[in-house]
C-alpha cells in the first residue's frame, strides 16, 4: 500500500483514501464537435500507458475528495511528486535527476 | 521420560507433561514443544509422505522451512487445518495430529507404487503425458490429476475461528528477534525511538536458543538473552511480539506481520482472534532473519532420520531431545561439526562426520577424535539404507573423477549441511537487488530500493560476536535514520562457533547418478536429476526449469531447494549461478492462512449492509430481502401460504388497483446547486434543463464520454438554482464522482455544489389510483389536485407534520408521488401512511414488484437492460437528447462511425408465443435455431417478467437492429427447449397511451 501526498491536505496518507483516475493532462477540447472521428478517438481512448514516469490523476476520494495531479514511476510504482490540478506538467528531467 | 528425552536440557518445561494423539495413537511431550520435538522425543521421525511418489520422510527442519512434517491438525468442527508445520505447531494439551497423503496408513500407503515407477514420473511428466486423446482430458486425465492432487485435506466446513487486524506505525521495524534482531532493537531502543521486535518462533532468541555454551559480555548466552528482553520489555517504547511472521514487504516500508494468538493454546479464550494481520508502515526496517541450512543431495537423502544438523542442534538444545543415538554426520560446513559436539556431549554416539572438504580446521578434526567419533574427510555420500528410518550410509572416498569403493556406516540418523542461504525474502519482496558472492557461493543483499538495514547472518555474515556487532550497528542506523542519536555497541563474545564451508552441487557418486535419487525439493520429490532432465530438454531460464520440475514450489516456496536447484542447473548449464538467477520471491513469506488475510471481513462484516429508515418496519412485516449494491432492500412481502409468485402478483394487482407503498430510500439524491447549476446540467446530462421551470421534473440520462448510458433519474429543479437529482441505488457514488470530477478538473470556473444526499432523504412512494387520496390529508401548504400539481411537479411543503419535498412522479405507471423526510423521520411517516392506508387495502411492495411494474411500462433499469455499450439510441431513449444543445458529455461520441452502423443492439420487447412461458434473463436470442453450433446470437434477454396485469409474459431484450425486426419471431434456446417469441419495437406493454399516470 503506497503512501500519497495530497497536494490539498499537505499531509502523506494511504492509498486506501485515493482513488486512481486515469492519465492526466488529457483536457476535454472545448468544442468536440470540431474535432474530426480520430481526434475524439484518441481523445477518448489513447493513452501513453509508458514504461517510465507517468502523469496520472488521483482523487483524495475518502479525505478532502479533491482530484489532483501525480507523477509516478511506473517501473518502481513510486511517486515522484503530487501536484494540484490545473497546475503545469512537472519537468520530468527535474524529478528524476535528468535519468529519464 | 523416553530415551530420546535429556532431562534438565532444552527450554521445554519438564515438569509439564503435555497429551497429544498423532495418528490416533497417544503421546506424551512437554510443554514447550513443538509437534516435532514431542515426537521425535518419543523416537518418531516418520511424519510424513511425499506428494508425486508417496515417500516415507521424515522432520528435516526445526522451522518453518519444513517440507515434509506437514500434518493435519484439529481441534473440532471448522477448526482443522491441513498442511500444518509440525516444527512451528506449539505443543498443546489434547491436540489431535494427522499424517497426510497416505492410505490407508503412513507406514503403508498404497501410493508409494509411484515410487517404484520413478522412471514413468520424470519431470514434465504431466506436459508429456497428458496430451492425447484430447477427449481423455475431461473424463480421465483431469479427473485423476484432480484426485492425486494437493496435500492434505481442505475443510469443507465454514471456519469457525475468528480473525483480527491491526494497523501499526514505528520508528524501527525489527524483523527477526535472533543475537542480530535483539542487537539492533537494543541500539534503536536505547536512543529512545519506536521500535518493533518481532519473531516467528513462540520465543526470541533465535540461534541463541541452539547455542547455550556462547558467552556474550560475560553471560551465558541464555542470561544474557533473558537480560537483553528484561531491558527491552522495560522499555515504553519496544514492543515485542512472538508467533509473528512477517510474511509480506511492500512499498515505503509497509510490512504485513500475520500473529497466532491461539493456536498454542489449549483452551483458548472463547473471544479470542485465532490470528492477526498487522500491517505496519515502519519508518526504518531491520531485516535479521538469518541464514536457512541447506540440505545435501545425495541418494537416498530423503529417509526418515535424515535431517539438517542444525536442526539436529535446535532439538537438542532449545527442547532437550537427541534426534537419535547414532548419528552420521555428512557436511560440507564447519557448522554440523558442532552439531556432532553438542550430541556427543549429550551422550549420543556419533558414527562418523564426512565432510567432503579434504581438509578443514585440525581443531575440528583433533576434537571429533577426541570423543570418539570417526572422520572422513574429502569423503562423499553415495546412499543410504531403511525404509520407514535411516539405517546406513554408503560412504565413498573422493578420487579423480568421482567417488571411489564404498563403505557401509550403521547410523539411525543422518545429519546433513550444504552450507547456509542468507534469507532474503523479504528484501527480495521489495526488488532489491542480489549479488552472488564468489567466496561465499551465496546471494548477497545487493542495492536497497527502500528504508532498510540487512543485518547479521542475512548478509552472510557467521559467528554470534559477527552478528552481535552487526545488529548493533544496523540498529544505530536505523535510529539515526529516525532522527535519533545512539552510539553503536561492541559485544565481547567467547566461546564463539565460527566457521565456513563450500557450497556443491549434488555429491559424488560411484553408482550411476540416474539411478540415484537425490532429492533438493523434498515436498515436490525434484530429484537433481530431474532439474539436470529439464536442462537437457531445453529448459534455460530458471523460471522454466521450475516450472518443468516445480522445483520450489511446494509449500516451503524453495526455501531449501532453490540453491540446490539453481547450482545443479548452472552447472548442467554451463554457466556460473548469477548467469542463471534465481526464481522471484512473492509474498507471503510462509504460508498463511484466508483468515489472517480476510480478518474481520467475515459473515455479517464480511463488507458493510446498509440499511434504510423504514428497514426494521420491513423485516417486522416478514419481507424478504435482497442486496443491491451494498444496500439491503425488501424485495417482497409474503404472507403466509405464499411464495414469491404469489407475492408479487399480489403487490401488483394492488399498487395497479389501489395503492401500493414502496421504500425508495435507497435512490441515490445529489444535491446539486450554485449559480451554474443549471449550466452543470446541461453540460452533465444529455436532457434540456435551462427551460426546466422551478417545481417541474424531468427525466435525466447521464452517459460516459463514450457516448454510452452511465445513469439516469428523475431531477426535479427546486430553485432556480438548486436541483434535486436523483441516481440508480448502484449508480449514486460512481455519478457524484464523475460530476466531481467534471466540476473540479474541467469546468473549475462553474460555480456549483455538489453534496450527496442519499441518507439525508427517506424516500417513500405512494404509487397507485388511490394515492392522491391517501396523502392528501397529510399533505400541508401545497395543493397537490391533478392541476395543480401534474405528473412530474415537485415542490417542497409539509407531509404529516414532517418538512418534505414531494414529487409527483412515477415508476410504476400510475398515478404515484415520492415523499422524501428527513431520514429520521422515515419511519414514523411511514407509519401514519400505513395507518391511513388501510381504508385503502394499502399493501407494501418489494423490488421484485417494483421491477414487474416498471417493465410493463417499458422504463429501463440502467445496468439491467443496458450493460454499458447501449447509446440512448439503441435503448430507445433518443427523445431524451436535447437536441439543440451545443454539448454535453458523450454528445461527440454519438456521431461516431460505429455508433450509427448497422446492426446495434437495440432494446425492444418480446412476447413469447406461449404466453405462460417466462423467459430467463440472460438468455441468447438466434435467428434460426437449426444454425449449426456455434449459432449467431442475435442478443439477450435484460428483463424478464410475469405480467399480472397483462395476465402473461413480458420480456425486454437487446436485439441486433432490433426496431427492424417488429413483428419477427425469434428463438430463444434453452438446454431442454427452444422457445419461441415474437419482437415488439415498443417495450410499453401497459397503458401506451399513459392515461393512468393522471388518473
Request: aromatic content about 8%; proline content about 9%; overall charge negative.
Given at each position: 500500500m503506497l503512501l500519497i501526498r495530497?497536494?490539498?491536505?499537505e499531509q502523506d496518507l494511504p492509498e486506501l483514501e485515493f482513488a486512481y483516475a486515469g492519465e492526466a493532462h488529457i483536457a476535454r477540447p472545448?468544442?468536440?464537435?470540431?474535432?474530426t472521428d480520430e481526434e475524439w478517438r484518441d481523445f477518448l481512448f489513447i493513452r501513453s500507458?509508458?514504461?517510465?514516469?507517468h502523469f496520472e490523476r488521483w482523487r483524495h476520494v475518502n479525505g478532502c475528495a479533491r482530484f489532483f495531479n501525480a507523477a509516478r514511476e511506473?517501473?518502481?510504482?513510486?511517486?515522484l511528486c503530487t501536484y494540484k490540478a490545473g497546475e503545469a506538467r512537472r519537468d520530468i528531467s527535474a524529478l528524476t535527476g535528468g535519468a529519464e | 521420560m523416553t530415551s530420546y528425552r535429556l532431562a534438565n536440557?532444552?527450554?521445554?518445561?519438564?515438569?509439564k507433561p503435555v497429551r497429544f494423539t498423532f495418528d490416533g495413537k497417544r503421546y506424551q511431550g512437554l510443554a514447550g514443544d513443538t509437534l516435532a520435538s514431542a515426537l521425535l522425543a518419543n523416537g518418531?521421525?516418520?511424519?510424513g509422505r511425499s506428494f508425486k511418489y508417496h515417500r516415507p520422510r521424515g522432520v528435516?527442519?526445526?522451522?518453518?522451512?519444513?517440507?515434509?512434517?506437514l500434518m493435519g491438525t484439529s481441534r473440532g468442527l471448522g477448526r482443522f487445518e491441513p498442511n500444518t508445520r509440525a516444527t512451528i505447531q506449539e505443543l498443546r494439551d489434547g491436540l489431535e495430529a494427522t499424517s497426510q497423503n497416505r492410505w490407508p496408513s503412513l507406514a503403508f500407503d498404497?501410493?508409494?507404487?509411484n515410487d517404484r515407477m520413478g522412471s514413468l514420473f520424470s519431470a514434465g511428466f504431466y506436459y508429456k503425458t497428458f496430451?492425447?486423446?484430447?477427449?481423455?482430458?475431461?473424463?480421465?486425465y483431469e479427473p485423476v490429476i484432480r484426485n492425486a492432487a494437493g496435500l492434505g485435506i481442505s475443510p469443507t466446513?465454514?471456519?469457525a475461528d475468528r480473525y483480527a487486524s491491526r494497523f501499526a506505525h514505528t520508528d524501527v521495524l525489527v524483523i527477526g528477534a535472533g543475537p542480530a534482531g535483539l542487537a539492533a532493537a537494543l541500539a534503536a531502543s536505547r536512543s529512545g525511538a519506536s521500535v518493533m521486535l518481532v519473531d516467528e518462533?513462540?520465543?526470541?532468541g533465535g540461534s541463541l536458543l541452539s547455542e547455550p555454551s556462547v558467552t556474550i559480555e560475560g553471560k551465558l548466552a541464555w542470561d544474557w538473552l533473558s537480560a537483553t528482553l528484561a531491558e527491552l520489555a522495560a522499555l515504553p517504547n519496544v514492543t515485542i511480539m512472538t508467533?509473528?511472521?512477517?510474511?509480506g514487504y511492500y512499498h515505503q516500508n509497509l510490512v504485513g506481520l500475520a500473529q497466532r494468538l491461539t493456536?498454542?493454546?489449549a483452551t483458548p479464550p472463547a473471544?479470542?482472534?485465532r490470528e492477526r494481520m498487522w500491517k505496519v508502515r515502519a519508518g526504518q526496517v531491520v531485516l535479521a532473519q538469518g541464514a536457512l541450512e541447506k540440505p545435501l543431495a545425495f541418494d537416498?537423502?530423503?529417509?526418515?532420520?535424515?535431517?539438517l544438523a542444525g536442526a539436529a542442534q535446535t532439538y537438542l538444545h532449545?527442547?532437550?531431545?537427541?534426534?537419535?543415538?547414532r548419528p552420521a554426520i555428512v557436511t560440507t560446513h564447519d557448522s554440523a561439526w558442532f552439531a556432532a559436539f553438542d550430541l556427543a556431549e549429550a551422550g549420543a554416539k556419533p558414527a562418523v562426520i564426512v565432510d567432503i572438504?579434504?581438509?578443514?580446521?585440525p581443531v575440528l578434526t583433533v576434537r571429533a577424535r577426541s570423543v570418539g567419533i570417526e572422520v572422513l574427510l574429502g569423503h562423499s555420500v553415495t546412499g543410504t539404507s531403511g525404509r520407514l528410518r535411516v539405517k546406513s550410509l554408503r560412504v565413498s572416498r573422493l578420487e579423480k573423477g568421482g567417488a571411489g569403493t564404498a563403505r557401509k556406516i550403521a547410523c539411525d540418523s543422518v545429519l546433513m549441511c550444504g552450507g547456509w542461504t542468507p534469507s532474503l525474502h523479504l528484501f527480495s519482496h521489495t526488488k532489491g537487488s542480489l549479488t552472488w558472492d564468489i567466496e561465499l557461493k551465496a546471494f548477497l543483499p545487493g542495492?536497497?530500493?527502500?528504508?532498510v538495514h540487512i543485518a547479521g547472518a542475512g548478509r552472510g555474515l557467521w559467528g554470534i560476536a559477527a552478528v552481535l556487532d552487526d545488529g548493533a550497528n544496523a540498529g544505530t542506523e536505523a535510529a539515526r535514520a529516525a532522527g535519533r542519536n545512539v552510539t553503536a555497541q561492541s559485544y565481547a563474545v567467547t566461546v564463539d562457533r565460527t566457521g565456513s564451508g563450500v557450497t556443491v552441487k549434488e555429491l559424488p557418486t560411484d553408482r550411476d547418478p540416474a539411478a540415484a535419487?537425490?532429492?533438493?525439493d523434498f515436498q515436490n520429490d525434484v530429484t537433481a536429476k530431474d532439474i539436470r532432465l529439464a536442462v537437457r530438454e531445453g529448459m534455460r531460464s530458471i523460471e522454466h526449469v521450475k516450472r518443468y520440475t516445480?522445483?520450489?514450489?511446494a509449500t516451503d516456496q524453495g526455501k531449501m531447494s532453490n540453491i540446490n536447484g539453481l547450482m545443479i542447473a548452472a552447472d548442467a548449464l554451463g554457466k556460473q549461478p548469477p548467469q542463471v538467477g534465481l526464481t522471484t520471491f512473492r509474498p507471503p513469506y510462509t504460508p498463511t492462512t484466508f483468515g489472517t488475510f480476510a480478518g474481520y471481513h467475515q459473515?455479517?462484516?464480511f463488507e458493510a449492509t446498509r440499511k434504510t429508515p423504514i428497514d426494521p418496519w420491513a423485516q417486522a412485516h416478514g419481507a424478504a430481502f435482497e442486496p443491491v449494491a451494498l444496500w439491503r432492500r425488501a424485495w417482497y412481502f409474503p404472507k403466509a401460504g405464499e411464495d414469491m409468485h404469489a407475492a408479487v402478483a399480489r403487490e401488483c394487482r394492488a399498487a395497479r388497483s389501489s395503492v401500493g407503498i414502496f421504500d425508495a430510500s435507497t435512490l441515490g439524491k445529489i444535491e446539486v446547486v450554485g449559480p451554474d447549476a443549471v449550466t452543470f446540467m446541461e453540460r452533465m446530462?444529455?436532457?434540456?434543463?435551462?427551460?426546466?421551470?422551478?417545481g417541474r421534473c424531468r427525466y435525466g440520462l447521464l452517459l460516459g464520454e463514450d457516448g454510452f448510458i452511465r445513469d439516469d433519474g428523475v431531477i426535479g429543479?427546486?430553485?432556480?438554482?438548486?436541483f434535486h437529482v436523483t441516481t440508480t441505488t448502484g449508480g449514486a457514488a460512481r455519478v457524484l464522482n464523475m460530476m466531481e470530477d467534471y466540476l473540479q478538473?474541467?469546468?473549475?470556473?462553474?460555480?456549483v455544489w455538489l453534496t450527496s444526499t442519499t441518507e439525508q432523504w427517506a424516500v417513500i412512494a405512494l404509487q397507485g389510483p388511490n394515492a392522491r387520496k391517501l396523502i392528501e390529508p397529510f399533505?400541508?401548504?401545497?395543493?397537490?389536485s391533478e392541476a395543480a400539481f401534474p405528473h412530474m411537479s415537485a415542490a417542497t411543503c409539509t407531509v404529516a407534520g414532517f418538512r418534505a419535498r414531494l414529487f409527483r412522479v412515477s415508476f410504476t405507471g400510475e398515478l404515484g408521488f415520492e415523499i422524501n423526510v428527513p431520514a429520521r423521520h422515515g419511519r414514523a411517516l411511514w407509519e401514519k401512511l400505513w395507518q391511513a392506508g388501510q381504508s385503502y387495502g394499502i399493501t407494501p411492495y418489494g423490488t421484485e414488484t417494483m421491477h414487474v411494474l416498471r417493465a410493463e411500462k417499458g422504463y429501463i433499469i440502467v445496468g439491467q437492460d443496458?450493460?454499458?455499450?447501449?447509446t440512448p439510441d439503441d435503448a430507445g431513449l433518443?427523445?431524451?437528447?436535447?437536441?439543440?444543445?451545443?454539448?454535453?458529455?458523450?454528445k461527440r461520441s454519438l456521431s461516431r462511425p460505429d455508433m450509427v452502423a448497422r446492426g446495434r443492439k437495440q432494446l425492444v420487447g418480446l412476447l413469447t408465443d406461449d404466453p405462460k412461458v417466462v423467459l430467463q434473463e440472460g438468455a441468447q436470442i438466434v435467428?434460426?435455431?437449426?444454425?449449426?453450433?456455434?449459432m449467431t446470437m442475435l442478443g439477450h434477454v435484460t428483463s424478464s417478467y410475469w405480467s399480472e396485469a397483462l395476465g402473461r409474459s413480458i420480456a425486454m431484450a437487446v436485439v441486433a437492429d432490433g426496431r427492424a425486426r417488429d413483428g419477427e419471431t425469434l428463438h430463444i434456446p434453452m438446454p431442454d427447449r427452444t422457445i419461441t417469441a415474437r419482437v415488439v419495437k415498443?417495450?410499453?406493454?401497459?397503458d401506451p397511451e399513459g392515461t393512468r399516470l393522471s388518473a
Open positions: 495530497c497536494p490539498y491536505c472545448q468544442d468536440p464537435s470540431q474535432l500507458n509508458p514504461r517510465g514516469v511506473t517501473v518502481s510504482d513510486r511517486f | 536440557r532444552g527450554r521445554v518445561d519438564h515438569r518418531v521421525h516418520l511424519m528435516v527442519s526445526a522451522g518453518s522451512d519444513e517440507p515434509n512434517a498404497v501410493g508409494s507404487i496430451m492425447w486423446p484430447r477427449a481423455f482430458w475431461d473424463r480421465v466446513e465454514p471456519d518462533t513462540a520465543e526470541p508467533r509473528t511472521t512477517a510474511i493456536d498454542h493454546l473471544d479470542a482472534p537416498g537423502n530423503d529417509r526418515p532420520g535424515v535431517m532449545r527442547y532437550g531431545v537427541k534426534v537419535g543415538d572438504r579434504a581438509s578443514v580446521d542495492k536497497k530500493t527502500e528504508a535419487k537425490a532429492f533438493i516445480t522445483n520450489g514450489m459473515d455479517a462484516t446530462y444529455t436532457n434540456p434543463w435551462a427551460k426546466l421551470g422551478v429543479r427546486l430553485a432556480q438554482d438548486r478538473t474541467e469546468w473549475p470556473d462553474l460555480k399533505v400541508e401548504g401545497l395543493d397537490i443496458t450493460d454499458g455499450t447501449l433518443n427523445w431524451a437528447i436535447g437536441k439543440a444543445k451545443p454539448d454535453f458529455v458523450g435467428a434460426d435455431p437449426n444454425e449449426p453450433k456455434p415498443s417495450t410499453v406493454f401497459y
